[in-house]
Each structure stands twice: as structure tokens, then as C-alpha cells.
């Protein structure tokens, strides 16, 4: 501010020193009435004044002019922004509506799956009932009231018809059972286990109605319940974190199914997308005795992208490098088994080689069934990095996974859990 007074000063200083001599020339040489030649120097000095603030005003005005069409630049950058912004919405909210279409048409398949697969069983088991006389007559007393322990002293048509009743009704629940990394302890994985339920709400454990399911050919329809609702599962955990996983058991009677494989290929192709979620479990013994045609079932299945465990391990000697040809990334072991059976199990390395074996063979290594510190504090001299078992969690249904990063997600609720022995927490698949 004091920069421009000082400089207005000085002009009108040299204006009125040009004013004044001109008056003084006018007076000396013109012979000028010395009054007449003052008015003039004033006149001149005003003239002067004058001159610079037109030349002043000439200037604000460009400047002025400059900064009005900076203005209408700017203002209509400003709307060329908002019509790209109102296209852009546009177009995600097209995008959006595109992909919720989709993802009902999906949901709409799904359930016409599942519901022809339920029609299909519901009418195999009328039909078995026609040969079964006595499987009518459980179907019309209903499932007899005994202790809870009742399952193991069923006939197998009593057993059969639960198993109907429970797929139709909608009393089959979900479990999960984390897997944590060693020794951090942080979940991981999940393991998917199914529960059936009678009409009085009694469990029925795997263990006890595979043994009736299976050789009546409706493991497929189990296995795919169960792969429908780990595929739910995933899509709510995902929207928390695509860092979870879960293990999926399928047992080796689906996996050889002509019929049911094609579908279930299908299904899992239209959920592609969660290749890097779901891993798909199976038995060493339904593997092994596979044949040609269920390795093909595998070798399609990973080219979808999808990963494979071996679950129920009970030799050690197989071909690992096989196994990782076949899409296989995982394996599980007993704890007891690495800490006291490997030679019982013909395994060519000792327990503190048997992780780095796997490795060289694309291989991770689980141990699963670790129930105390004393377990994990000896498996972590073998390296191992993930761990399975009631030590970390028990079996729980999926209403109960609420926050998969909550550290106390791993500790049950007081009486929210139902309580299984080690010996009835067998994995689905077998």
C-alpha cells in the first residue's frame, strides 16, 4: 500500500514540476501576463491528471474484461463437469440395475436348483417306500420319541424318512469351525458342517445319517444343500472381508455322480467369481478310489478356478505332486498323527520335514483336532502354519459368525453352542 502512494506521489509531483515550468516558459518567453500563465500551469497540471486516470480507468476495464471471461471459462467448465457428472451416474446406475437383474436371476436359479433337486429326492423316496412297507409306516407314526442318543438305534426307513423330512422342512443348519493361522491364531478359514434336525429338535450328526443317505444315492442332494449355503455364506463374509475363505466338504459319491456332477459344474460356474473363497473338501479315500472319471470331474472343476483340500488323511505316502496336478492346494492332518503316527501312517519324512514335503509340492498343510497348548506348542517346532479344533473353536451355527476380524468371535457364547464330543465332529464328506 505504501509502495503505490510513494509512486501516485511522484507522478503528480512530476506533473506539477511539468505544470509549473511550462507557466514559467510561457511567462519568460511569451511575455505572458504572469496570472494567464499560472492559470495555464494549473490547467495543464488538471489535463495531466486527467490523462492518467483515463489511462488508469482504460486499464481496470481490460483487466475487468479479463476476469469476466475467466469468469464464463470457469463457469462453464463448471457445467461441462456437471453434465459429465450426471452421465456418469447415469450410466452407474444403469450399470447397477444391470448387475441386480443379474444377481436376482442367479438367486431365481439357485433356488430352482435347489427346489428340483428337493423334488427329485422327495420322489425317489415315495418310490423306495413302495418296496419298504415299513418305511410307511415310520412315515405316518413320525420319527419315535427316545434320549438323545436315540439316531444310533433308528431303523434305516425311520432314519431315511428324518433325513427327507429335515431336507424338505428346512431343518438343515450350517456350521462353521474356524481355521487359524500358527501362531498368530488369527481366523483364516472356515469349515462348512452340516446338522440335521428331527421335528423335536434333536441333532443328527453327520456320522449318523451319511451311513443311510449315501448307500440310497441322496448324498448328492445333501452335498448340494450344503454347497448352496456355503455359496451364501461367502457372499456375506465377502462383503467384510475377501480374505476368508471357506472349506466345503463334498462328498466322493457327488463327485462321481454322472447325473448331479454336470449341474453342480454349473452351478459353480455361474459363481465363479468366488473361486478364491470357497475351497472344496475331500476325503483321501473318496479321492483315491475315484477313478478316471471323477479326476476329469476335479480337473474341471479347477479350471474354474476353485481349490481343493484332502480331509480324513490316514496315509502319508500318497503321490503329493499328483494331488497339486488334480487342483488340490491343501491337506489336513491330525494333530495326534504328526506328533506320534507318522510312521503308522508310511509317511517318508519325519514330523519336522513333512510341512517343507507338502511345500515342494504346492502343497499348505493343516492340522486339524488340536484340543490343548500342549498340542500347539509342539506342532509350532514343525513349522505349521494353520491349526483346526475345539482349542481354537468349536463347530457353531452360521447365525452365530457375526464379525469374522472380532478376536472374540473364537469364544462361544454361554449356552448359544450345542456342545459335540471330538469323536461325532467328523467333516460331512466320507
Known sequence: MGGILLITSLILGGFALASAAGSWTLARFAHLDPFLSALAGVILFLCLV?????????????????????????????????????????????????????????????????????????????????DH???????????PARPPSY???LTDPAMLEIIRRSLEENRVDLYLQPIVSLPQRKIRFYEALTRLRSEDGRIIMPSQYIKVAAPAGLMSVVDNLLL??????????????????????????????????????????????????????????SVIGTGAAGEANLKALANLGFRFSLDQVVKLNGDFAKLKRLGFHFLKVRADMLISGMKHAHASVAAEDFKDLLARNGLNLIVERIEDEKQVVQLLEYSVDFGQGYLFGQPRPIREITDVHDPRAREPKAGSVTVLSAGLARRLAG
Not at 234 to 243: A, I, V, W, Y
Not at 264 to 284: C, K, S, V, Y
Open 50 to 130: 486527467q490523462l492518467r486516470a483515463a489511462v488508469l480507468r482504460a486499464r481496470e476495464q481490460g483487466d475487468m474484461e479479463d476476469s469476466f471471461k475467466d469468469v464464463r471459462a470457469t463457469n462453464f467448465a463448471i457445467q461441462q463437469a456437471l453434465e459429465d457428472t450426471k452421465m456418469k451416474i447415469a450410466e452407474v446406475a444403469a450399470a447397477l440395475n444391470r448387475k441386480t437383474d443379474a444377481q436376482e436371476k442367479k438367486v431365481t436359479s439357485e433356488l430352482q436348483i435347489i427346489e428340483g433337486l428337493i423334488r427329485e429326492f422327495a420322489g425317489s423316496i415315495a418310490a423306495k417306500s413302495k
Open 133 to 143: 412297507p415299513a418305511l410307511e409306516a415310520d412315515a405316518v407314526q413320525g420319527p
Open 151 to 153: 439316531a444310533n438305534t
Open 228 to 285: 448352496f449355503r456355503c455359496v451364501q455364506v461367502m457372499r456375506r463374509l465377502t462383503q467384510k472381508s475377501r480374505e476368508i475363505g471357506v472349506f466345503c466338504n463334498i462328498s466322493g459319491h457327488t463327485l462321481s455322480d454322472a447325473e448331479f456332477f454336470p449341474q453342480f459344474l454349473d452351478f459353480m460356474t455361474h459363481n465363479r467369481d468366488l473361486a478364491g473363497q470357497i475351497i472344496f473338501e475331500f476325503t483321501q479315500e
